[in-house]
């Protein structure tokens, strides 16, 4: 519940309440005056219609460009697998098992971070996933 309360916030907070004020002021000033204006229904359609396009555009290259850099490093991912399996001197290391540990961490920790809210939590696990990842990283 503190969540959704928290995401109205976001969209409804004191700058609403004062275009809310000053629209009623306006329309009850207009009313009692007298004043009609024909507006065009086109105008309010395109000052509408134009900005959920956009944001709509928008998110789809934010969520777009996310699955690509996610899909790179899937890649690279598996590429440094594979070097330390194939191109390693000695066959009888564990370089290519601990290779492998250390990716299926690093990708269980990216799916946890993916699913989770945007909480003090996340920034633990990005600092996991980097000390994984880079174990000089502190």
Known sequence: MKRIIRSFSLIINYKTFIITILSVIST???Y???LIAKFPD???GV???F???FSIGSAYTRRETALQRFADFKGHAI???YATRDWSGNKENDLPSRTKQIIFDM???MRDMFKTEHDPEMEAEQKETCINFFPGFR
């Open 28 to 30: 009850y000033t207009c």
């Open 32 to 34: 009692k005056l007298g």
């Open 42 to 44: 086109m105008l309010v």
């Open 47 to 49: 000052a509408i219609v």
């Open 51 to 53: 900005p959920v396009v």
């Open 79 to 81: 590429a440094i697998y």
């Open 107 to 109: 990708m269980k920790l």
